[in-house]
């Protein structure tokens, strides 16, 4: 039965482990998951702990039993050697249960951080989106009024930056190696084609 609790701790803790590792998406879930699972292993500490009091307890009364009824030396250190083994698996169990619960504390603080990074994102989003709203009919209205101005056709199937402007009367291909060519050189360059 102390096997059994002693495995359904480990095995509700490793859940919880698989649970933080693998549920970045979703925290709301994988807080309340782990809070559950801290109930569950709070739960198996404590009926492990009961059932090891329990276990303890017999074992003093069987060596009182045998002592009092002067049984062979041999029986009560077995009994005793079995209480001892019995107090250091609660104190292994015991270390265990703290240190799981330190990791799911950590790991609780963690996923509130990442809660607050993510709102913190998701507003800046907003914002951003909002501005872009605000900001999308002026780059339009600039688009067009440099359309109109300068009727450049780009080529985008070169390396550089390459295309022709057409005038009603003329049309001038340029191609300039933007390698070798500033992006001022380049707008330099351009507006002197279209002077």
Do not use: C
């Amino acid at each position: 039965n102390n096997t059994q609790s002693f495995s359904d701790t480990v095995a509700a803790i490793k859940e919880a482990i698989f649970l933080l590792q693998t549920d970045s998406n979703n925290e709301f879930t994988s807080i309340n998951n782990i809070k559950s699972l801290r109930d569950q292993i709070t739960l198996n500490y404590e009926q492990t702990q009961q059932n090891l009091t329990n276990k303890i307890k017999e074992l003093e009364q069987n060596i009182n039993l045998l002592e009092q009824k002067n049984t062979t030396k041999e029986t009560v250190e077995n009994q005793k050697y079995q209480y001892q083994e019995l107090l250091q698996l609660k104190k292994h169990l015991e270390d265990n249960i703290h240190f799981f619960e330190n990791k799911i504390k950590q790991s609780l603080n963690n996923l509130q951080q990442i809660k607050k990074e993510k709102e913190m994102i998701q507003q800046k989003e907003i914002q951003m989106s909002q501005e872009a709203v605000l900001i999308h009919p002026k780059i339009k209205r600039t688009l067009t009024l440099y359309h109109h101005v300068a009727p450049i056709k780009w080529d985008f199937s070169t390396d550089g930056a390459a295309g022709y402007i057409a005038f009603p009367n003329a049309v001038h291909n340029f191609n300039f190696n933007v390698q070798s060519n500033t992006e001022f050189d380049i707008a330099n360059q351009l507006w002197d084609l279209l002077n």
